[in-house]
């Protein structure tokens, strides 16, 4: 499969590299001057948990082709989009006119309507996801990461797509378990709340890599996202279909517990925590914003978010 990753983030740096290892074309599109810039190689020190159940470390050089421009006639099969939310906007209408035929996996936060977020995109060439990956750039350049072994990705009905199928199948190749949820809609929102419990405590603690261990600090990000689970409600979202989420919210104390074991003693679960120092970095920031907003819409009280903006 010929496939386009839409930047060279972190994201799409892992999952790129673990797609090209598999044997399919792999590209990277950069902005302008940053080809130069980033180099034909990314050095990775990775967690990898595709075939080990607690992960593995990986420290290898991968060969990355980077391209600055892309057209509708590429003959890309896959493009990979995975950006921060409030970008989606600006890359869905700069692909618009480029993709082509290409099928477009979106993969990451969603605040939007899934489909309205890339609406310049064809509904039709559209799928959703999210990783299982994550960590960041470290000041020597290498990216210090972790990778789990599924893959989460969403069918747009009771049986997937055609093109729905090839992604998998190009993800499977590569070495994931899939995991499809049919309700990836409703899934990507309650993942977006999780975030901003932990992006807001991230702010209080002085960067999410200060909560690892921290029981207190996960228990104050349960309940700040538990602050939002009525904005989902007034959204239409059927929380009793999410019982597992909703366990972990009603029993923060144990939950926080758990999470804060693992991130301190499974090496997993430490990197993507370990990697984001920066409390107001502006993924955060916008992942805060846009939660208070809307809960403000419905009339939600949110306390102990609005305590961390102000």
Known sequence: ??????????????????LQAAGHDVEFYVRQGRAAEYGDHVQMDLIDARRAPLGRRVQQTVPVRLRESVDAGDGFDLVVL???????????AFLAPRVGDATV?????????????????????????FPQAGGGFGADGVLHGALMGAVILGTAGSRPSARELDVQAAFRQAG???????????????H?????????????????????????????????????????????????????TMLSYRLPGPTAAAMAWATAHVPIAQVSLAAHTDPNAAEPQAVLRDAQQEARRFGVPTPRLDATLT
């Open 176 to 190: 994931f378990r899939v995991r499809t949820e049919l309700h990836l809609r409703e899934w990507l929102w309650l």
């Open 192 to 244: 977006f709340v999780a975030d901003v419990g932990m992006h807001a405590q991230g702010r209080r603690s002085g960067g999410l890599a200060n909560m690892i261990g921290d029981r207190r600090a996960f228990r104050d990000a349960l309940l700040t996202s538990r602050e939002l689970l009525p904005v989902l409600h007034a959204r239409g979202v059927d929380l009793r279909r999410h019982k597992g």
């Open 1 to 18: 499969m010929r496939i386009l990753m839409f930047g060279r983030g972190v994201i799409a740096t892992i999952y790129g590299q673990a």
């Open 105 to 129: 996996l979106v993969i990451g936060n969603v605040w939007e309507e899934p489909l309205a977020a890339v609406s310049p995109l064809p509904a039709a060439q559209v799928g959703f996801g």
């Open 82 to 92: 995975s950006v921060a939310h409030h970008r989606l906007p600006e890359a869905a």
